[in-house]
């Protein structure tokens, strides 16, 4: 069984199909691209990944989508994160109120066991519990190079810089399956190739399993082990960068078709 | 914002306290001593002010962790600290030492706040705030039709609070008693707000949606930031009923509310300082308006009857004068004013 094994994920909006009958495995320790063309589905499908949409029938329909062999569907979303998932979004989702450091420490938020009382006292137990957690959560700041940033307010900070604090938090939950969604959005050219940077090691220094949304297909043809392609809902194609480059479907999806180009004359 | 400049940390630790520098310490330790030696020197009236001051910086910083904190709207926050007043006040009628008494208060009004925080879970601002207000006209109804719990339309009336054969029947007396429990209560507050609670209530009001996938049970915590700030509303409740020695239904009206909501808009939403900024600034108004009505009424004698009515308008202009040049309340202006003494008497 694979690592991540989507299988027959159906999603509607009141008659709407987002998504339909999408399955596509991603291996461990992989980074695997989802594409396609705008609104073909792809954050629909993270979302079901992740818990904020429910696919049809939800844990006793006909889909399936489990971790490491563990069901998600079952699960609600703030629980998905204890099993190894985290996720960043396509518009920034930070905390503005938070320094850079809180956010970060929120993303291990699952992981920090201490109860009401321990944080009312503030006593030993919680302090020693904050400076283990602190240590962890300064690694990734020391891996994303954000030690400039770490106590200013996450609002205040550049576009480039947000999004690596994003990276950040989702890291700081020590995951195991990791949803990028459209990290370098937006982004200059100096700032892709550094984020196409981390994204390399975090699979191959941390382990973790990538899961990218990305329109910039020079950096998804790059560094992808496999990609998947949707279009309407539907899975068109999945397999290597090249397999999918060479894609009949794939090249209609993206450039259209000679018949469709003159089908109105 | 930044320390200042040469103050950096070599530990996790030092960087995790509430009061970072030696200088901040000090000036934290003197200002608690004159705290505590202040009252000798005053006479009955100001201390009697002291005192509401500090029974309002609870209720305050209560309601900045719900609404500032977490971003949860309550119009309900003065029935809360009603409900705190009479529980405290039934248990000490019925004989509960006074510490037991002011706890079970705030457990009592955790309960309630609990049960009136579940809308949290599908109405946001505005409609939250709606709802939390049928909280208070749902309590005040029962204040005043409570029978013999509440007293209905007569109250409670209550004896000074003892403790350990001690009473506290003076206003010097209840001065320490409220003064603890305001620091303890700004303590309680300033450690949740450093640690996971804290931070997860934060992430609530900034962006929900990423809060949940980062692993915070939306649900679970929109109660507890409910059940934490209403036990501090009923500690400050219990002390109130206890302090005037009487408790009605009317006091804790919407008045009262939307008071406490100035209250943590003035002083600054989500900052600890700011809720005392806050309760300082509108517990001393409207004295400071009866000082100014009086010294006037020599020269306009029509004054002193309408003393009521100019306190509402002063009110109302300055909350609205608040919103407009000072946004992020007193809590930022204070932060400003530290930033420029600290480069005094350079620019930059």
């Known amino acids: 069984m694979a690592y991540l094994d989507v299988c027959d994920v159906t999603l509607t909006f009141k008659g709407i199909a987002a998504l339909m009958g999408v399955s596509f ?33 939800g844990a006793r329909g006909p889909c399936s989508i489990s971790l490491d062999g563990e069901c998600l569907l079952s699960l609600p979303a703030h629980k998905r994160t204890e099993l190894g998932l985290s996720r960043t979004f396509q518009n920034i989702a ?34 020693r519990a904050e400076e283990r957690h602190r240590r962890r959560v300064e690694d990734v700041i020391d891996f994303l190079n954000l030690s400039p940033y770490r106590h200013q307010h996450a609002g205040r900070l550049p576009y480039g810089v947000r ?25 200059n050219l100096e700032e892709t190739e550094d984020m196409a940077r981390y994204i390399l090691d975090i699979a191959e220094e941390w382990g973790v399993t990538v899961l990218l949304v990305e329109h910039d297909m020079g950096v998804v043809m790059d560094i992808s082990d496999k990609v998947v392609v949707i279009d309407f809902g539907q899975k068109i194609a999945e397999g290597t960068p090249d397999e999918v480059q060479a894609n009949k479907d794939v090249i209609a999806a993206y450039l259209g078709t000679e018949d469709a180009a003159f089908a109105g004359r | 914002m930044q320390g200042k400049c040469g103050l950096f940390f070599t530990s996790y630790r030092g960087e995790a306290q509430i ?45 900045n962790l719900l609404t500032g904190a977490c ?51 599908r109405l946001k601002g505005i409609y939250l705030a709606i709802a939390t207000l049928a909280a208070q006209l749902v309590l005040e109804f029962v204040f005043l039709h409570g029978g013999e719990v509440t007293g209905g339309s007569n109250g409670l009336l209550l004896d000074p609070p003892q403790m350990f054969g001690f009473s506290f029947d003076s206003e010097i007396r209840m001065y320490y008693l409220l003064f603890a429990f305001a620091a ?3 303590l309680m507050v300033s450690n949740i707000m450093r640690s996971k609670y804290g931070r997860a209530f934060v992430s609530i009001r900034d962006f929900y ?27 400050a409740g219990g002390l109130w009923g206890h302090y005037t020695g009487y408790i009605s239904g009317e006091q804790f009206n919407i008045g009262l509310s939307i008071t406490y909501l100035a209250m943590v808009v003035i002083g600054g939403l989500g900052s600890v300082l700011g809720s005392v900024f806050g309760a300082v600034f509108l517990t001393v108004l409207p004295e400071v308006l009866n000082v100014l ?11 002193t009857q309408r003393v009521g009515a100019i306190q509402h308008g002063v009110f109302g202009l300055v909350l609205i004068l608040f919103l407009v040049y000072e946004p992020e309340g007193l809590a930022h202006r204070w932060r400003l004013i530290k930033a420029y003494w600290k480069l005094y008497p350079f620019a930059h």
Request: glycine share 14%; hydrophobic share 50%.
């Open chain 1, 25 to 57: 495995t991603v291996e461990q320790g992989t980074i695997a691209s989802l594409i396609g063309p705008n609104g073909a589905g792809k954050t629909s499908m993270l979302n079901c990944i992740s818990g904020r949409y429910i696919p049809d029938g």
């Open chain 1, 94 to 127: 930070l905390f503005k109120g938070l320094s850079v450091l809180d956010n970060l420490m929120v993303g291990r938020h699952g992981r920090i066991n201490y109860g009401l009382l321990s944080s009312i006292m503030y006593w030993g137990k919680t302090i």
């Open chain 1, 163 to 187: 999004k690596r604090v994003e990276l950040g938090r989702a890291l700081a939950a020590e995951p195991k399956l990791i949803l990028l969604d459209e990290p370098m959005a937006g982004m």
């Open chain 2, 19 to 63: 009061f970072q520098s030696g200088f901040q310490k000090l000036m934290v330790g003197l200002f608690a001593a004159v705290l505590i030696a202040v009252p000798l020197g005053l006479d009955n009236y100001l201390v009697s002010v002291m005192n509401l001051i500090f029974i309002a910086v609870i209720g305050a910083v209560s309601l």
């Open chain 2, 71 to 121: 971003g949860q709207i309550s119009l309900g926050h003065g029935a809360f600290i009603g409900v705190g007043a009479f529980a405290a006040g039934q248990c000490s009628l019925h004989g509960v030492p006074f510490p037991l008494a002011i706890l079970s208060g705030g457990l009592v009004t955790a309960l309630v706040g609990m049960v009136f925080g579940v809308p949290s879970l």
């Open chain 2, 184 to 186: 303890l209560s700004l």
């Open chain 2, 209 to 235: 949606l990423s809060a949940e996938i980062n692993g915070v049970n939306l649900f679970w915590y929109k109660i507890i930031a409910f059940g934490v700030s209403s036990f501090l509303a009923g500690v």
């Open chain 2, 293 to 303: 009505a009086n010294g006037l009424s020599d020269y306009i004698p029509a004054i």
